[in-house]
């Protein structure tokens, strides 16, 4: 099959399109971007829904968002709604969202916090473990309480990062990584901070291209002159482009870092799937603000060094992070369907800062608020594009974009694993 009979497939039915969708990726050239189903089919998107966001760990918040007992947030994967509660013992619960009477939704709002979890359609009432505690005697003697508590998802936290699988199995290689990141975010004591400001964008694009974008700074230059008053532009210390005086400035710094006993050492996990590093930013900055000047007065943590750069945290398929002295930047993907992606993107500050006197929302959020807007432009142009019948695959830079083959790679391989 060639590439143009690759490009015009169509499908009759979703069994079909899963078949289309292996040979796509089994036949795949490597050294170019996917084939336009892949971006833009809604069996596809389907697909990519079941065998990727429901199937892999998927980061959903932080732990600070749930700080005491009763606590909850509420994340949609999907079409499945999924509830992160603090339980009684401070422990972290994730439940479908979804009451075992009839299937309503039980907590409605986005955050809160409760005593019991209580459907709002018959007041089927749970514990914050998911126990049922109440179905009213409607139900009949024989009806047993212990059959009916909330269903579980799989959650792990670590480092102050919430994340869940919706599989019966998840994949059982999660836990190296997640003993890494307890260790590399052990300065910032993510418990005690709090999220200073949030925001959230629908970009019309398909989520890979969302996530494409993020892997490269190929464009940065053309793009994102706010970002760039602080960022370098290379992906981490082992990238292929950067240059002797960019490894004597991260050697200088790591020197620091180390006295402090700060980690930073680049640590990969499942094909960088999974990595860590930190990276410094420009000579004469301290964090991602317009100017590089302190965005909060409060450090995070037991940090002391304002000088820490930025702590890049990657976890695929759904997030990016920057990790930094006195804040940290956390974003959350989402896809909501073929041409739609959630990017939400969250401020986080040591809990005892206040606002106004120790951070202005507004400056922490500028950079980046620019920056979202920028990609998202780029996203859905890059989208418009591609539903072209003009597009076809085009190569990859090996050296400028060999993140984003990273990234394809590790889609493609997941899919594969996932469909078998």
């Excluded at 079909?16 to 050239?29: C, F, I, P």
């Excluded at 709604?81 to 409605?108: K, M, T, W, Y």
């Excluded at 369907?337 to 500050?349: E, N, P, R």
Aim: glycine share 8%; aromatic share 10%; with cysteine.
């Amino acid at each position: 099959m060639n590439e143009t009979d690759l490009l015009n497939i169509t499908y009759s039915n979703y069994k079909d399109a899963r078949k289309g969708l292996e040979t796509l990726l089994t036949e795949r050239d490597k050294t170019k971007s996917l084939p336009r189903p892949l971006y833009n089919d809604p069996d596809m998107f389907r697909a990519d829904m079941e065998e990727v966001f429901y199937k892999e760990w998927i980061f959903v918040g932080m732990s600070c968002e749930v700080p005491g007992k009763g606590d909850y947030f509420t994340v949609d994967i999907g079409q499945n709604p999924v509830l992160i509660v603090r339980d009684g013992e401070g422990g972290i619960q994730a439940f479908f969202n979804v009451c075992r009477h009839r299937g309503s939704r039980v907590c409605l709002e986005h955050r809160g916090k409760v005593a019991n979890l209580v459907c709002p359609y018959h007041q089927w009432t749970y514990d914050l473990k998911g126990n049922l505690l109440f179905a009213g005697s409607e139900m009949g003697d024989a009806f047993d309480m212990k059959e009916h508590g909330l269903k579980p998802a799989h959650v792990k936290v670590a480092g102050g990062f919430i994340f869940v699988s919706l599989a019966k199995e998840p994949p059982a290689d999660f836990d190296p990584f997640l003993a890494t990141l307890e260790e590399y975010m052990a300065p910032y004591d993510m418990e005690n901070t709090k999220v200073a400001v949030e925001s959230n964008i629908i970009e019309e694009a398909n989520w890979k291209l969302v996530i494409e974008n993020n892997r490269e700074c190929y464009h940065c230059a053309g793009s994102h002159p706010e970002l760039l008053n602080t960022i370098l532009e290379w992906d981490d210390t082992n990238d292929p482009r950067a240059p002797q005086d960019f490894l004597d400035h991260y050697q200088r710094q790591a020197e620091e870092w180390d006295k402090e006993g700060i980690p930073h050492k680049h640590e990969d996990f499942g094909s960088l799937r999974n990595r860590i590093v930190r990276m410094p930013l420009k000579e004469g900055t301290q964090v991602m603000t317009i100017d590089g000047k302190p965005g909060c007065e409060k450090t995070m943590g037991r940090i002391q060094n304002r000088e820490l750069g930025s702590m890049r945290i990657l976890h695929l398929p759904n997030s990016w992070n920057h990790m930094q002295s006195d804040h940290a930047i956390v974003f959350r993907v989402l896809p909501i369907s073929a041409q739609k992606t959630l990017v939400t993107t969250k401020w986080l500050v040591n809990k005892d800062a206040v606002e106004g006197v120790d951070y202005d929302p507004e400056r922490l959020r500028q950079v980046w608020d620019a920056t979202n807007d920028q990609d998202r432009i780029l996203a859905e142009e890059n989208q418009k594009g591609i539903n072209s019948i003009g597009y076809e695959p085009g190569p990859y830079s090996e050296t400028f974009e060999y993140g984003v083959i990273n990234f394809i790679n590790w889609y493609a391989d997941t899919v594969l694993k996932n469909l078998g």
